[in-house]
């Protein structure tokens, strides 16, 4: 999920042996349905509440946190937001995705993302599915970028049952 999900379709591309690929809300901004994430994310805390922001958590919560016990937490391991931008940063300038891409993975894949999701999570995902070979699209109703496992696995036993 997320950048992870990118994670998995760049091994996909480059390693044998995997057979089919699910991935969920893959964070690509492919046009001017939200802004880019170009800008500069150095201090954590702003990172951290821009993530927040941009993956739909509510702005009240998002200013609340700062003074509850877990902000140190997640303060603490912000820092891999940069490694999220570094592995999405190119997908996320309001460009459609390059038919190219990822054109060598062939194998079955099943993009999904969440009804209660932002416009521009779903623009991605779709288009994402389009340069994909052998893609299916898939919005599971109910679902936010904080998935709940309970919906979303008999969709991936579904898809992995063969």
């Excluded at 969920?24 to 805390?45: C, G, H, L, M, N």
């Excluded at 702005?59 to 940069?82: C, D, E, N, R």
């Amino acid at each position: 999920m997320s950048s992870g999900a990118v994670l998995a379709l760049e091994a996909a591309s480059r390693l044998r042996g995997i057979k089919k690929l699910a991935l969920y809300e893959e964070p690509f901004i492919v046009d001017d349905s939200r802004s880019t994430t170009e800008r500069d994310w150095t201090k954590i805390a702003e990172a951290v509440r821009f993530f927040l922001k941009s993956v739909g958590v509510p702005a009240i919560f998002v200013a609340v946190m700062p003074l509850m016990p877990m902000w140190s937490k997640v303060k603490a391991i912000a820092h891999t937001l940069l490694y999220d931008r570094a592995i999405v940063g190119d997908n996320q300038r309001g460009k459609p995705l390059r038919g190219d891409c990822w054109a060598s993975v062939t194998i079955p894949a099943l993009v999904t993302d969440g009804g209660k999701s932002h416009k521009w999570m779903h623009h991605g995902n779709r288009s994402l599915a389009s340069v994909l070979p052998n893609a299916r699209y898939q919005t599971l109703q109910g679902q936010a970028h904080m998935l709940k496992p309970k919906a979303h696995a008999p969709i991936l036993v579904e898809f992995f049952k063969d």
